[in-house]
């Protein structure tokens, strides 16, 4: 999954949720709407046509990210 924001690196991310308390939705090319609401999921970024450089578990709450590890 990506992150609705591309984020070039976990540090920005983990900025974000300090600054506003989560970092936005996630998303997965050609699933739709259908990414989950809560929980954690595998997020990679940034998107393409960048090469991946980082690799998170994110957990999910109403849809946003509140967390990176």
């Not at 976990?10 to 998303?27: L, N, P, S, W, Y």
């Not at 991946?52 to 990176?68: D, P, Q």
């Amino acid at each position: 999954m990506y992150c609705e924001t591309n984020y070039p690196t976990k540090k920005a991310i983990r900025e974000t949720i300090v600054r506003d308390g989560h970092a936005g939705g996630v998303f997965q090319p050609g699933l739709g709407p259908d990414a989950p609401a809560n929980g954690e999921v595998a997020v990679e970024g940034p998107h393409y046509p960048r090469p991946h450089s980082w690799y998170a578990v994110a957990t999910l709450r109403g849809g946003r990210i509140v967390k990176v590890k």
